[in-house]
């Protein structure tokens, strides 16, 4: 009798993972499993091959195949959301993937300033007013003062 042979276990982040790359770069140990699962459900494969295409829109900045994409995408229930959220500003998007301008830094500078705002109301009153010191001007005077407030409601 042959020696029992050992199942893979896979988790639902990693097939996630997996299915965000394309088939070559897979590795040798998912890849019997993952053509095995995309033969399965032809859903699933319609989904995969949707993500790769998006993701070859955005990085070689296809502008014109947005719209076709977004076409496709609609039909599948997984996409509505995301493709009725780009059909809201459709301009914006169309526009920031022809632009050669990043606006990383400016998206750095918001996230920075919503986990300041979340720790303000999440209960931590010194770290509020330790991050609203920054804003605090050189000339300040007490008579200048008004009540900080940090999200904090009075009892």
Known sequence: MPPAQRGMNYSTVSIS???????TDWSEKERPFLIKLLEKSSSLKRLWELNLEF???????????????????????????????IGQDFEAVNGAMCSQWSNGQTEGQI??????????????????????FWLIPD?????????????????
Do not use: H
């Not at 993972?17 to 088939?23: H, R």
């Open 17 to 23: 993972l997996a299915l965000c790359k394309p088939q």
């Open 55 to 85: 993701k070859d829109i955005m990085k070689l900045k296809k502008a014109d195949g947005l719209k076709s994409w977004c076409e496709k995408a609609a039909k599948l229930s997984s996409f509505k959301s995301f493709v009725r959220g």
């Open 111 to 132: 996230n920075r300033l919503k986990i300041t705002s979340a720790r303000c109301t999440a209960g931590q009153a010194l770290n509020c007013c330790a991050y609203a």
């Open 139 to 155: 000339n300040f005077t007490e008579s200048d003062a008004e009540p900080l407030s940090c999200g904090f409601s009075s009892y």
